[in-house]
């Protein structure tokens, strides 16, 4: 597209949304509207491009547009998208502008319910091993593609590697997206209210292969019954690999060993991320890695030196024999199911935030390791009540979680929190109830 003159919309700001609207201006874009229901920010850049703010009111999308930019946080059930869908309107996100616009790359795309984060970090920490300053990590991660498109002249350059993590939100409106490797690392239920239906949700999980053709590489989770359903259900048209924890796969896990190809690869007592989960992110990893032609030695050299992120089983610290672990990623019942599989007993467990209206009872089978739950935010005593009944400690926010946890906990127990929702009763996202209550735990 030629993008002078065009009329377009960039629904929602962010950090994707300014995103976004750099790489317009970069590609010459001169008639640019924002809407945004919050407090607009860097409004001298925006007004230095030209750029109209305007709040959102109904006749806005009225309007004609030639092209849309969502920020992923609107959600496709919402009136207006739908409305604009229906008049041939073209609406894309960030990660569609930016995969159209930039040069050829190699894009390994990662999505999935849970596990995103740390297998995009450790792809990414791989091809940085083997390709070094043209190794990138973006989506939604935390660094939109259209802004690793700009930082690193993609626009100009090609064949450098992208490790995305990509979610359903930016995958519903891709047209042209096509990773050279993708994986759907599990399926569960989540963001069924804003998707529209849990159906709609797991749907827009394959549209992450939907342009895949023969060459490109698709990574199948051959322990999840609804990655089963639904690659069935939507065919893969590539090349596809198996792995599994479980079972006989391309890549699976063997007396200690995560083996490939019927041969011993890497040795599991040498992992420093604790959890069996931990072990299908890095044979995720390793094939796309493989994929895009790194060395067997520098996936496992990688592998071995790698100790996680930050909001995923993090361990914070050890204060008088007991454990301390933020787990704020956690924002699904699936998430702390992950979670709590990695302890034995005696763990603590802090849930609660914003209400997602998510069942509690999947939890239930796992909560053998638990010795007690604190309920905090919006939803804490809900989730609380849900999972142990009159026996939950239920307080008004983290500092009281924090102290609450401090004052029941003995030598050898683990303090974990792992809230099961989101957090936007009374945080901005995950990290910012990450790093609070890293901050409390770490003041104690």
């Not at 740390?118 to 939109?144: F, R, W």
């Not at 361990?315 to 933020?326: A, K, P, Q, S």
């Not at 008004?396 to 792992?418: C, F, N, Q, T, Y």
């Amino acid at each position: 597209m030629n993008y002078q003159g065009k009329k377009i919309l960039v629904i929602g700001q962010a950090r994707s949304g300014m995103a976004a609207i750099r790489l317009l201006r970069k590609l010459g874009a001169d008639t640019i509207t924002l809407t945004e229901r919050k407090e607009v920010k860097n409004r001298e850049e925006l007004e230095s491009y030209g750029v109209r703010v305007v709040p959102q009111e109904d006749a806005l999308f009225e309007e004609d547009w030639d092209l849309v930019i969502k920020n992923p946080g609107v959600p496709p059930v919402s009136p207006f998208i739908q409305k604009m869908k229906a008049r041939g309107i073209d609406i894309i996100t960030e990660v569609e502008l930016a995969f159209r616009n930039a040069k050829p790359q190699h894009y390994a795309a990662i999505t999935g319910t849970n596990g995103k984060t740390t297998t995009t970090t450790l792809t990414y920490e791989i091809l940085k091993t083997a390709y070094k300053d043209k190794a990138h990590v973006s989506g939604n991660i935390g660094t939109p593609l259209c802004e690793t498109v700009l930082d690193h002249n993609l626009l100009e350059e090609e064949g450098h590697y992208i490790s995305l993590e990509i979610s359903n939100a930016q995958l519903v409106d891709i047209d042209t997206f096509r990773p050279e490797v993708s994986v759907i690392v599990n399926m569960t239920p989540d963001h069924v209210d804003t998707m529209g239906g849990l159906d709609k949700y797991y749907f827009s999980k394959t549209r992450v292969y939907e342009n895949a053709q023969a060459g490109d590489l698709f990574l199948k989770n051959t322990d999840d019954p609804v990655v089963a359903e639904y690659t069935e259900k939507y065919p893969v048209h590539c090349d596809v690999k198996t792995f599994s924890l479980e079972h006989d796969a391309d890549i699976c896990l063997k007396d200690g060993w995560i083996v490939k190809n019927g041969t011993p690869f890497i040795d599991t007592a040498k992992v420093s991320l604790p959890g069996k989960h931990n072990l299908q992110n890095i044979m995720i990893a390793a094939m796309c890695a493989e994929k895009l032609g790194v060395s067997d030695e520098d996936i496992k050299s990688t592998v071995y030196a790698f100790q996680g992120v930050e909001h995923r089983i993090e361990f914070v610290r050890e204060l008088d024999g007991v454990r301390y672990y933020n787990d704020s990623k956690a924002t699904n019942p699936d998430a702390v199911i992950t979670a709590l599989k990695s302890f034995d007993k005696g763990v603590i467990l802090l849930v609660g935030g914003f209400e997602k209206g998510l069942a509690m009872d999947s939890l239930l089978p796992y909560m053998g390791c638990v010795k007690m739950v604190i309920g905090l935010g919006v939803s804490g005593k809900r989730l609380a009540t849900d999972l142990v009944g009159d026996a939950a400690v239920v307080v008004k926010d983290m500092k009281e979680a924090v102290d609450a946890a401090r004052k029941a906990a003995v030598e050898g127990d683990i303090v974990l929190l792992s809230p099961a929702t989101s957090s936007f009763d009374q945080y901005s996202g995950f990290e910012e109830r990450g790093r609070h209550f890293k901050q409390l735990v770490n003041a104690l």
